[in-house]
Structures are given as C-alpha cells and as structure tokens.
C-alpha cells in the first residue's frame, strides 16, 4: 500500500512537470527563442504556445518593448584639445530577437562600446564652443552611427541624448565670467533702455505742459488786452460824453503825472507842449481877472452823439485859481520824484518845468 502511493506521488508530479515544460504562455511585448536539441527551432511570440517535453528548451525571454539605458560619464577630447565628460542615454527597442540573441553574446555591453567610440569620432571634430552649441547635431550623428552598427543585431536605436556635457573646472569658470558680463551687458543695455524712455516720456509731458502753459498765458493776455480795449473804450465814451476842455485834460494830466514820476520803472518822464499851452491858456484867463466868467466857456466842447453833462459836472474846476496853484505845486513834486528815480537823467539834465513866459503869475 505504502509503495503504491508513492509510485502514484511520482507519476503525479511528473505530470505536473510534464504540463509545464510543454504549455507556455507568452505574455505580450515579449518574445521566447526556442531551441530544439540544441539548435533554433522558432520564436514564439504573445500567447499560449505548447513545446515537447525534455525535448525543446527556451534559449532566451527577450523585451520588445523600447528600452533605456543610461552610460556613465565618458571622458572625450575636443578638436581644441580640451577633456569634457559627456553622459549619453540610449533608447532602443529590439526588433529581431534571434538576432538580438545569436549575433552578439551582450548587445548591451556592445551598444555602450559603441556610443562611446561614436561619440569619440563626433566630438573630436568639434570644438568646445561648437560642443555645447551642437547637442542636436551630435545626436543625430550618433543616432545614424549607432542605428547602422547594431542593425545587424537586430536593435534599432531610437534616440540619442546628451544628458551632461562638464568642461574642465578652469573653462567653467571663464565660462562664468563671460555668461556674468553678457548678463550685466544686458542688464545694462535695459537700463539705459529704461532711462530713455523714462527721459521720453518726461520730456513729452515736460513739452505737454508749457504747451498748456502758453496757451493759457495767450489766452489770459487776450482777455487782458480785450479787458483794457473796453476799459479804455468806456473812459474814452465817458470823457467826450462829457465835453472836456483842453484846460480839463491838462489839469487831469496833471493829477496823474505824480503818479507816473512815483514808478520804479520810470527813469524818465516828459511834459506835452499842450500841458504848457493848456497852462498859458488858463493863467491868460485868470490875467483877465475873476470879472469875465464867460472866457471859462469860450472854448469849444467835444461834439458827441448823445449829449450828457453829467460827467463835465463832476469833473468841472470850482475854482480856476485854485486849481492853477495845485497844478503847478503838484507839477513841481513830481518834477522832484521823477528827478529822484532817474538820476542818470537828472545828472545831465535839469528837471523839466514849465516855461516862465507860458504859465503867468497869478494876479495880487
């Protein structure tokens, strides 16, 4: 009894191992070479595939999916003879597994040799400016070469990459100074940018605003300028309005003249020669005496449209004596300030009066 279980344990588990030497399941994106009795008999692909016992062997489980691999730092010299350390980093993808497996013992090994002969001939024709500058022309050189080499070992290259190119320490440091002056170039470059558009700007508004500025002060001088039209317009109605005397204006001449001399601005003032034939006129009247009132009236009047007296009224001399003697003492002050704010005049000059033949005493 013992001996037929045992026989039974021995048939099962041969079975067991019988079923799994014969049943195989690939799974996808993978391939399985299979020798029979020591040579190739066929690949199998993704699925359920059934082998003879003891008789076909799996030789190799290959990937067909893309696969990367990443070398380590190689040392390489330029055309201008200096050593830079380049990383590169392979994707590949295996498109014939019998070959990936017959052709070369470790296309792994072979891929990495490869790159890095590759990559000696590429870079040796550079220089160390053109290295850096080139990345894309570098892969692409090393793609073709690497692709066209392990063709034949069923490996097809997809890309390759540059990970790091490190020059030597000293070449890092110029390498610095030169990206630290180009950054304080540009930098520099817009300021100077900055600064002129802001001076620009500033001038625009600067010219905006004394634009304004006079514009404004034209405009003010023209409402001035119209202002005084009408003020002396009105003036000039209201004194023919009221039929002024030459003797009148000659006594108002008179009235305003200190006021004339007391300016700063004025280093000289002149007298009319018809303040001094107003003057005869009215020291000839008074000669005649207070008897012959109707000598005031002889002169002739403005002639106007509308007649008024209203303005003659209160502009009429109450007393022609009296009003000479005012005449002539304010002439004589502002003959005194006048002669006291133009000195240069007054040095070579004396101070203008009028005639002593032209104005006559006042009677006793």
């Given at each position: 009894m013992p001996t037929t279980l045992i026989l039974l344990a021995i048939l099962l588990v041969f079975a067991i191992v019988v079923i799994m030497r014969t049943v195989r399941i690939v799974p996808q994106q993978t391939s399985l070479i299979v020798e029979r009795l020591g040579r190739y008999s066929r690949t199998l692909e993704g699925g359920i595939h059934f082998l003879i016992p003891f008789v076909d062997k799996v030789r190799a489980n290959v990937d067909l999916r893309e696969q990367v691999v990443s070398f380590p730092p190689q040392p390489v010299i330029t055309s201008d003879n200096l050593v830079v350390n380049i990383d590169t980093v392979i994707y590949y993808t295996v498109i014939d597994?019998?070959?990936?497996?017959?052709?070369?013992?470790?296309?792994?090994?072979?891929?990495?040799?490869?790159?890095?002969?590759?990559?000696?001939?590429?870079?040796?024709?550079?220089?160390?400016?053109?290295?850096?500058?080139?990345?894309?022309?570098?892969?692409?050189?090393?793609?073709?070469?690497?692709?066209?080499?392990?063709?034949?070992?069923?490996?097809?290259?997809?890309?390759?990459?540059?990970?790091?190119?490190?020059?030597?320490?000293?070449?890092?440091?110029?390498?610095?100074?030169?990206?630290?002056?180009?950054?304080?170039?540009?930098?520099?470059?817009?300021?100077?940018?900055?600064?002129?558009?802001?001076?620009?700007?500033?001038?625009?508004?600067?010219?905006?605003?004394?634009?304004?500025?006079?514009?404004?002060?034209?405009?003010?001088?023209?409402?001035?300028?119209?202002?005084?039209?009408?003020?002396?317009?009105?003036?000039?109605?209201?004194?023919?309005?009221?039929?002024?005397?030459?003797?009148?204006?000659?006594?108002?001449?008179?009235?305003?003249?200190?006021?004339?001399?007391?300016?700063?601005?004025?280093?000289m003032w002149i007298i009319p020669s018809e303040l001094t034939d107003a003057l005869r006129g009215i020291g000839g009247m008074l000669g005649k005496g207070e008897n012959d009132p109707g000598q005031m009236d002889s002169e002739e009047f403005v002639e106007v449209a509308e007649p008024e007296s209203s303005a003659f009224e209160a502009l009429a001399l109450p007393d022609a004596k009296s009003a000479l003697e005012e005449a002539r003492g304010q002439a004589a002050r502002s003959t005194k300030e006048a002669t006291a704010h133009s000195a240069p005049v007054s040095a070579t000059q004396p101070p203008i009066r009028p005639a002593a033949d032209a104005v006559p005493p006042p009677p006793v």
């Open positions: 597994s019998r070959a990936a497996v017959y052709e070369i013992a470790n296309f792994i090994q072979g891929i990495e040799q490869l790159t890095v002969t590759t990559l000696r001939n590429v870079i040796g024709s550079l220089d160390l400016e053109q290295t850096l500058t080139s990345r894309d022309q570098i892969n692409s050189q090393l793609r073709g070469a690497l692709d066209e080499a392990t063709g034949r070992w069923g490996i097809r290259v997809n890309r390759v990459e540059l990970k790091a190119i490190d020059p030597p320490l000293s070449v890092q440091e110029s390498m610095e100074k030169q990206m630290k002056a180009e950054r304080d170039r540009r930098a520099a470059i817009l300021n100077a940018e900055g600064v002129k558009q802001s001076q620009i700007l500033t001038a625009e508004g600067e010219k905006q605003s004394q634009i304004l500025r006079a514009e404004g002060s034209a405009q003010a001088r023209v409402l001035e300028a119209e202002g005084q039209a009408r003020a002396i317009k009105q003036v000039f109605d209201a004194i023919h309005r009221g039929k002024p005397t030459q003797k009148l204006l000659a006594y108002q001449y008179l009235q305003v003249l200190p006021q004339i001399a007391r300016g700063d601005s004025n280093k």
